[in-house]
């Protein structure tokens, strides 16, 4: 059990630089509320619609964007299990460490800054790691919601 929710932290630490980005972008991409889009009216309106699917682009983009607010909520829910953890990292060496881990910094490039191997970097985020995967019950539990896949 342990071994999964470490399994789970070093997933979502080496993803959690880009999962940041992405739901800045889409936070800014989700505040236009689709301008200039308008339900079809007038002789339009009554004329059969094809099968399987909406011609309304009004509800086609509340789809859309709901589905794009799904995913910037998974990603929410990843980061603050590393979030809620952060308090559990003491060693100001792993602090630094993890730092430029989740500022999507490589090993190699960590290992020059801090003037250590790169290999040596790779075995403080694993002491990270295991670190932060200690309170295994939260871990377990958030883990599920995390493979809980969405109806969007």
Do not use: F
């Not at 964007?65 to 809620?84: A, F, L, M, N």
């Not at 500022?103 to 790169?118: F, T, V």
């Not at 694993?126 to 932060?132: G, L, P, R, T």
């Amino acid at each position: 059990m342990k071994e999964a929710a470490s399994k789970q932290i070093e997933s979502i630490l080496k993803d959690y630089h880009w999962m940041m980005n992405s739901i800045k972008v889409l936070r800014d991409s989700m505040k236009d509320a689709g301008e200039g889009l308008t339900a079809q009216y007038g002789d339009e309106s009554s004329m059969p619609k094809p099968q399987g699917t909406t011609s309304d682009p009004v509800y086609r983009e509340v789809k859309r964007r709901e589905k794009r607010y799904g995913v910037i909520h998974k990603y929410e829910e990843k980061i603050s299990v590393i979030q809620d953890r952060l308090h559990l990292i003491r060693d100001n060496r792993e602090q630094e460490v993890l730092h430029w881990i989740l500022e999507g910094k490589s090993y190699r490039w960590i290992a020059l800054h801090m003037g250590l191997s790169h290999s040596h970097i790779g075995r403080i985020k694993d002491a990270i790691v295991s670190q932060m995967s200690s309170d295994v019950p939260n871990v377990t539990n958030e883990t599920k919601l995390l493979n809980h896949k969405s109806a969007c």
